[in-house]
């Protein structure tokens, strides 16, 4: 679609906790880049900005506030995993995370970020809003969204991870590092800090670092919390949260630390140029919209942008799931692929796979 050429679009996003969701609707702007597209509406940015995957924004024409059913049960969509596919993506894995570890091993990078995909043949049409209310039911504590465009397809993410964000009670803002990865028997076990490997507390040092610098650049009034653990079904992440103020809260004055902050060690890893010149090329397929970032900036409601994580590209007869793990110095290449296969649970879950 040329640049800058108009469609109609649809988002629907769930703020974590929260019991209702937000439906817009309205034209579909993909600028030349995400810091030229007009401000206000609903974003979403790409982890790289490509002609294939341009930074996108749905004006506010329509925004409506829905209540969640969450005793509604609507019977799961059918799917099966493609198994030569997930083969071809494993051979791919192994060779591109021999090729980063070297960069590890070397000191020339303090963390790299890889990701994979899943493949899954859907054997039924579905209802790609059943399957956000569905997320949504599944997990709480996460954004919820789905949007669907002309320009970038449809996609689905349920993810815990706050890019930028508004607290409505007091004004302040806030952001996250949010790294590290490990498994939980169930809902309500323990996880203290000791708990914690030293590979992952460094990965989730490198990412409060990287976050704690670049705030210097643009906020003001600058407050960094203790790293904690954060559950998030049957997977802990290391979190340390921020808040600060800015200068110009507009949603044209969004843009500027949204830009700084994205992307994150915690999606592509440090530093920062170079960490996203190796996943380009060493990940055998475009990452799209999968670690980009979506969200919400109006000046009639509290902005709020996440990074898209956990998440899948939903087309006709098919879905595809991405999935990403933060590699250091000391990583093994079968543990993170054991890590990929974990985030992918919460969007496998969706379904009812044969």
Known sequence: MPEGELSRGKALFRLPAETAYHRIEGTATAGGDSASLPAGGFFIVPFAE??????????????????????????????????????????AYRAAFAAAHARLADGELQKAVLSRRKRLRLEADIIPEQLFLRACAENPDCYVALWHTPQTGCWLTATPELLLGRDDADGSWHTM???GTMGRSGLNTPVSLQDWSEKNRAEQAVVSNYISQRLRLF?????QGEARTFGVGNICHLRTDFSFALPDPSPAGLLRPLH????TPAVCGHPTDLARRLILSLETT???YY???SGYASDHAPA?????L????????????????????????EDEWRETERKMQPMLRLFNLS
Not at 50 to 63: G, K, L, S, W
Not at 219 to 223: G, K, L, Q, Y
Not at 260 to 263: G, N, R, S, T
């Open 50 to 91: 490509t002609a294939d995957a341009p930074a996108v924004r749905i004006e506010e024409e329509r925004h409506e506030v829905l209540p969640i059913d969450f005793e509604a049960n609507a019977p799961l969509p059918a799917a099966a995993l493609d198994a030569e596919f997930e083969a071809a993506q494993r051979t």
């Open 177 to 179: 590092a949010l790294a």
């Open 219 to 223: 906020a003001t009034d600058i407050r």
């Open 260 to 263: 700084a902050l994205h992307p």
């Open 286 to 288: 475009p990452r799209r």
């Open 291 to 293: 670690s980009g970032f």
């Open 304 to 308: 709020a942008f996440f990074v898209s």
């Open 310 to 333: 956990r998440c899948m590209n939903l087309r006709p007869t098919e879905t595809v799931l991405y999935a990403g793990g933060g590699l250091m110095a000391d990583s093994t290449e």
